[in-house]
């Protein structure tokens, strides 16, 4: 389909800001960079401040593609190019007047850029690195840019692009070969996962370089994400946390998303969506992942072959810690970080500290509730001085009957929420929705 070449920008950010909010894949966490003279903007470690739509994405970052235009015919996509959709493209200088005046009205903090492919990769990605390159030489911003790779682009793009970007990701889209094969007949996972290795290897070169010489250019600071489709192929959700796993381990990911399948085509191909995008899978998913990410599991502690799929009713931390209650109940004032981190209920600043307090005297179930322990669902799972908070059977039946009582009201809140309404720039609306650090409603 032909770009519509007249449209104004104001007309282009409407359909290139709505063409995204299907890309959950940014995050503006794990650079820090102080702003200096001359330059606009800064980028901090601890994140940008975010805000929220209605669904739980985050829109914090300008978050645009740079065209819907797209060479792919993804079934799953709404830019894919058999759709009857308006086309059009910025370019680099509109994208950079953007992100200023946004910036610069306090709108937003950092730019998101992704985009369809234009005529190839390597035209694509080129046009990408222009507007990054303007927009730190020429308007000298020195926020947080988070920019996708365009799959099968030349390596010389790709590694110029990363030394102007903060973070880069490339979307694994669906999690095995066969769906991708399926659902997405233009892409393979080659073409994916070459320019992930390229970008791991480019951040751990760079590490020693920036050893050596504080001012060599730092690429890719803040690491490389990706995203799945949850729900639009038939992998279970024990294939997809080994798939996570690995790109985990031997990508170095900061973070994989995953992304609840949108029915936004009709198309054969697609899976039927009666009760509408699995909203309650992805929510588990990312509950699992930040176990594996921040607790010390492994996917298959998590789910195996014979079990495969994660409890609805129950968060997968309460739920490995029912079929492992021969580890139960632990002492809270003996045992050591690793343990007390899988006990429900515990999160990694309660324990360290329960650990640090711990060197002052014997712990008890008031001082837990203080420590910020959800005694509601650890209580379950610990001991005091070898004393439980109130008399308990240690049986799976019984325990899971109280816990699946405090999980309905979250389980409703995510299964009837009316998710992909998509928040202006513009409005001026008061969300009260809460979000998770998973990007969940809770």
């Given at each position: 389909?032909l770009i519509?070449?007249s449209?104004?920008?104001q007309e282009?950010l409407?359909?290139l800001?709505?063409?995204?909010?299907?890309d959950?894949?940014?995050?503006s966490?794990?650079?820090d960079r102080?702003?200096?003279?001359?330059?606009?903007?800064?980028?901090s470690?601890a994140g940008?401040?975010?805000?929220?739509?209605?669904?739980?994405r985050?829109?914090?970052?300008?978050?645009?593609?740079?065209t819907?235009q797209?060479?792919?015919d993804?079934?799953y996509?709404?830019?894919r190019?058999?759709?009857d959709?308006?086309r059009?493209?910025?370019?680099?200088e509109?994208?950079?007047?953007?992100?200023i005046?946004?910036?610069r009205?306090?709108?937003i903090?950092?730019l998101f850029?992704?985009s369809?492919?234009?005529?190839?990769?390597d035209?694509?990605?080129d046009?990408?690195y222009?507007?990054?390159?303007?927009?730190?030489?020429?308007?000298?911003?020195?926020?947080y840019?988070?920019v996708?790779?365009?799959?099968?682009?030349?390596p010389?793009?790709?590694e110029?692009?990363g030394?102007?970007?903060?973070?880069m990701s490339i979307?694994l889209?669906?999690?095995?070969?066969e769906g991708?094969?399926?659902?997405?007949p233009?892409?393979?996972?080659?073409?994916?996962?070459?320019?992930?290795?390229?970008?791991q290897?480019?951040i751990?070169?760079?590490?020693?370089e920036?050893?050596?010489?504080?001012?060599a250019p730092a690429?890719?600071?803040?690491?490389?994400?990706t995203q799945?489709?949850?729900?639009?192929?038939?992998e279970?959700?024990y294939?997809?946390?080994?798939?996570?796993e690995a790109?985990y381990?031997?990508?170095?990911?900061?973070r994989?998303?995953?992304s609840?399948?949108?029915?936004?085509?009709?198309?054969s191909?697609?899976?039927?969506?009666?009760?509408g995008?699995?909203?309650?899978r992805?929510?588990?998913?990312y509950?699992?992942?930040w176990?594996?990410?921040f607790?010390?599991?492994q996917?298959?502690?998590l789910?195996?072959?014979d079990?495969?799929?994660?409890?609805?009713?129950l968060d997968p931390k309460c739920?490995?810690?029912?079929?492992?209650?021969e580890q139960f109940?632990v002492?809270v004032?003996?045992?050591d970080?690793?343990?007390?981190l899988?006990?429900?209920?515990?999160?990694?600043?309660?324990?360290?500290r329960?650990?640090?307090?711990?060197?002052?005297?014997?712990l008890?179930?008031?001082?837990?509730?203080?420590?910020?322990?959800v005694?509601?669902?650890?209580h379950?799972?610990?001991?005091?001085?070898?004393?439980?908070?109130y008399p308990?059977?240690?049986?799976?039946d019984?325990?899971s009957?109280?816990?699946?009582?405090?999980e309905?009201r979250?389980?409703w809140?995510?299964?009837?929420?009316?998710?992909?309404?998509?928040?202006s720039?513009?409005?001026?609306?008061?969300?009260?929705?809460?979000?998770?650090s998973?990007?969940?409603?809770?």
């Amino acid at each position: 389909m032909l770009i519509q070449e007249s449209l104004s920008v104001q007309e282009k950010l409407e359909i290139l800001s709505d063409a995204a909010k299907y890309d959950v894949a940014c995050t503006s966490s794990g650079v820090d960079r102080k702003g200096k003279a001359g330059t606009i903007g800064n980028a901090s470690k601890a994140g940008i401040c975010h805000s929220f739509s209605a669904d739980g994405r985050c829109i914090s970052l300008l978050k645009i593609l740079f065209t819907n235009q797209c060479i792919y015919d993804c079934k799953y996509c709404i830019n894919r190019s058999s759709n009857d959709v308006v086309r059009t493209a910025f370019t680099p200088e509109e994208v950079c007047q953007l992100t200023i005046q946004f910036y610069r009205r306090n709108y937003i903090e950092g730019l998101f850029l992704s985009s369809g492919v234009l005529t190839s990769a390597d035209y694509t990605m080129d046009l990408i690195y222009q507007t990054l390159k303007k927009l730190r030489e020429e308007y000298h911003f020195h926020g947080y840019i988070h920019v996708k790779a365009i799959p099968g682009a030349d390596p010389l793009l790709i590694e110029k692009t990363g030394f102007l970007a903060d973070r880069m990701s490339i979307n694994l889209e669906l999690p095995t070969a066969e769906g991708l094969k399926k659902l997405a007949p233009g892409k393979n996972r080659d073409k994916i996962l070459k320019p992930m290795k390229q970008i791991q290897n480019g951040i751990v070169t760079n590490r020693f370089e920036l050893m050596e010489y504080k001012k060599a250019p730092a690429f890719v600071p803040a690491g490389q994400s990706t995203q799945m489709i949850v729900g639009a192929t038939p992998e279970n959700d024990y294939q997809m946390m080994m798939v996570a796993e690995a790109l985990y381990k031997n990508y170095d990911l900061k973070r994989v998303f995953y992304s609840a399948f949108v029915p936004v085509n009709q198309d054969s191909s697609l899976p039927a969506l009666p009760g509408g995008p699995p909203l309650l899978r992805e929510h588990r998913l990312y509950q699992a992942d930040w176990l594996m990410r921040f607790y010390g599991f492994q996917a298959e502690e998590l789910l195996s072959e014979d079990r495969p799929n994660f409890n609805v009713l129950l968060d997968p931390k309460c739920d490995w810690a029912l079929r492992h209650l021969e580890q139960f109940p632990v002492e809270v004032n003996r045992a050591d970080y690793f343990t007390l981190l899988r006990v429900p209920g515990m999160g990694v600043k309660s324990v360290k500290r329960i650990i640090a307090a711990r060197r002052s005297g014997i712990l008890d179930f008031e001082a837990l509730k203080k420590m910020g322990v959800v005694l509601k669902r650890a209580h379950y799972f610990i001991t005091c001085s070898g004393r439980m908070m109130y008399p308990v059977k240690i049986e799976e039946d019984y325990i899971s009957r109280h816990l699946v009582g405090e999980e309905r009201r979250s389980v409703w809140d995510i299964s009837s929420t009316n998710t992909y309404q998509q928040l202006s720039l513009f409005d001026d609306t008061s969300l009260s929705t809460q979000v998770n650090s998973g990007g969940i409603l809770v």
